[in-house]
């Protein structure tokens, strides 16, 4: 039985009709650039994320950066980010000349550890950006503690998150000074190519990243500040209007599947409760785990991507491989061992629990379309391969 890791075409062959006219609409009427499309975009997720600015941009990459040129991040300034993410996260940082600061993550939510943080901070430090990573929110209170006592700005990173709840029910991407999100097409709100979004709630800010995402003109070709070309296309954002009413069915389809890997695993005897961390146990399963779950929260996890932990992660993946079965190493290399960064002089030694998940995190198929059968047959695999 084949199982890919994402298959969006079904997505796409469930809303064909839709979607084929508002690619057909835009063709239309040639208008491309911040049109009415980014406009009713805009409004829906400021509505839907509760917050008082949403602006639709180029990427979650340009989100993070446009954030940090908006916080007036300068050269030499220091920026503290976990160690274990996906590259942009701290790409943007250096892209300004500016100094990403690796902090190790927390071993249940791989998200940025907050007892990791205050030790970094030095007179330079303006912004920590922690990331909600796979589609669970981080530590939000303790960091956003921690920024108000040293008066840091939060840039969030939502990319893997968009309409993830906090624990008290706030949508991350909100609780910070700017939230940033993507719509590449794997992310559970995907556009046909390129496509994010910068939040905010903060008046100023909110204007500087508008007037910053049209190359710092205003009125146009008048310029006080540098920006960039980092808008959306009236394309993409014509196929998120389409989309975007059925995002919160589709998280829900995948915390569904999240609950039939757990029983599924349990049930074989690959593992035990989730989240509960015993790296002796050979021939274990780790689960993921849903810190913030609670009863009055329906996101407290959108699942993004599916995370179990296994000693001998790159022999599963492998014979999974072999069965047509999809997996991903969500990522094999954190920041701190990167050879771009190699001039940060990072001790190796400072970053355990990062360097742990490198070597055993793999990533299972977890999109709305799979079936019941399709994932049995993931955990029957994987069963063969540890029983072997
Ligand atoms: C996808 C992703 C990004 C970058 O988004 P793009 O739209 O691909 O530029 C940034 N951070 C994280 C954690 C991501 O998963």
């Given at each position: 039985m084949k199982v890919p890791l994402l298959d969006l075409k079904l997505q796409y062959l469930s809303h064909k009709k839709e979607l084929d006219e508002a690619l057909i609409r835009v063709a239309e009427s040639q208008y491309f650039i911040l049109g009415k499309e980014v406009e009713k975009l805009e409004t829906s997720l400021k509505e839907y994320l509760g917050c008082k600015y949403a602006i639709g941009v180029s990427s979650g990459t340009d989100a993070l950066l446009l954030a940090l040129m908006a916080l007036n991040i300068q050269p030499g300034d220091e920026v503290i980010v976990p160690t274990f993410s996906f590259f942009a996260t701290a790409g943007v940082v250096s892209r300004l000349n500016a100094v990403p600061v690796f902090a190790d993550i927390d071993p249940v939510t791989f998200n940025l550890d907050p007892n990791d943080i205050e030790k970094l901070i030095t007179p330079k430090t303006k912004a920590i950006i922690p990331v909600h990573l796979y589609g669970q929110s981080a530590a939000m209170d303790e960091i956003m503690a921690i920024a108000k006592k040293h008066q840091l700005k939060v840039v969030e990173d939502g990319a893997q998150a968009i309409g993830v709840q906090y624990k008290n029910g706030k949508k991350v991407g909100t609780i910070g000074d700017i939230g940033c999100y993507s719509f590449f097409p794997s992310k559970n709100l995907g556009c046909f190519g390129d496509g994010g979004l910068v939040v905010t709630d903060d008046d100023e800010l909110g204007e500087m990243l508008k007037i910053m995402r049209v190359h710092g003109g205003k009125p146009k070709y008048y310029h006080k500040v540098i920006g960039g070309n980092f808008r959306i296309d009236e394309i993409q954002a014509a196929v998120l209007n389409v989309k975007f009413p059925f995002l919160d069915a589709w998280s829900e389809k995948r915390r569904e599947n999240a609950k039939l890997y757990t029983k599924f695993f349990i049930d074989a005897g690959?593992?035990?409760?989730?989240?509960?961390?015993?790296?002796?146990?050979?021939n274990k399963v780790l689960l993921p785990k849903?810190?913030?779950?609670?009863?009055?929260?329906?996101?407290?996890?959108?699942?993004n991507q599916y995370i179990i932990r296994v000693e001998k992660r790159d022999e599963l993946r492998k014979y999974l491989g072999e069965k047509e079965i999809g997996t991903e190493i969500y990522?094999?290399?954190?920041f701190h061992r990167q050879e771009c960064f190699a001039n940060l002089n990072c001790n190796d030694a400072d970053f355990p629990v990062s360097n742990k998940a490198a070597s055993d995190t793999i990533a299972l198929p977890i999109f709305p379309e799979l079936t019941e059968a399709q994932l049995k047959f993931v955990v029957d695999s994987i069963a063969e391969f540890l029983k072997s």
């Amino acid at each position: 039985m084949k199982v890919p890791l994402l298959d969006l075409k079904l997505q796409y062959l469930s809303h064909k009709k839709e979607l084929d006219e508002a690619l057909i609409r835009v063709a239309e009427s040639q208008y491309f650039i911040l049109g009415k499309e980014v406009e009713k975009l805009e409004t829906s997720l400021k509505e839907y994320l509760g917050c008082k600015y949403a602006i639709g941009v180029s990427s979650g990459t340009d989100a993070l950066l446009l954030a940090l040129m908006a916080l007036n991040i300068q050269p030499g300034d220091e920026v503290i980010v976990p160690t274990f993410s996906f590259f942009a996260t701290a790409g943007v940082v250096s892209r300004l000349n500016a100094v990403p600061v690796f902090a190790d993550i927390d071993p249940v939510t791989f998200n940025l550890d907050p007892n990791d943080i205050e030790k970094l901070i030095t007179p330079k430090t303006k912004a920590i950006i922690p990331v909600h990573l796979y589609g669970q929110s981080a530590a939000m209170d303790e960091i956003m503690a921690i920024a108000k006592k040293h008066q840091l700005k939060v840039v969030e990173d939502g990319a893997q998150a968009i309409g993830v709840q906090y624990k008290n029910g706030k949508k991350v991407g909100t609780i910070g000074d700017i939230g940033c999100y993507s719509f590449f097409p794997s992310k559970n709100l995907g556009c046909f190519g390129d496509g994010g979004l910068v939040v905010t709630d903060d008046d100023e800010l909110g204007e500087m990243l508008k007037i910053m995402r049209v190359h710092g003109g205003k009125p146009k070709y008048y310029h006080k500040v540098i920006g960039g070309n980092f808008r959306i296309d009236e394309i993409q954002a014509a196929v998120l209007n389409v989309k975007f009413p059925f995002l919160d069915a589709w998280s829900e389809k995948r915390r569904e599947n999240a609950k039939l890997y757990t029983k599924f695993f349990i049930d074989a005897g690959l593992a035990e409760e989730e989240g509960k961390l015993i790296f002796d146990e050979k021939n274990k399963v780790l689960l993921p785990k849903a810190v913030y779950k609670n009863p009055n929260v329906k996101n407290y996890h959108i699942y993004n991507q599916y995370i179990i932990r296994v000693e001998k992660r790159d022999e599963l993946r492998k014979y999974l491989g072999e069965k047509e079965i999809g997996t991903e190493i969500y990522y094999p290399v954190p920041f701190h061992r990167q050879e771009c960064f190699a001039n940060l002089n990072c001790n190796d030694a400072d970053f355990p629990v990062s360097n742990k998940a490198a070597s055993d995190t793999i990533a299972l198929p977890i999109f709305p379309e799979l079936t019941e059968a399709q994932l049995k047959f993931v955990v029957d695999s994987i069963a063969e391969f540890l029983k072997s």
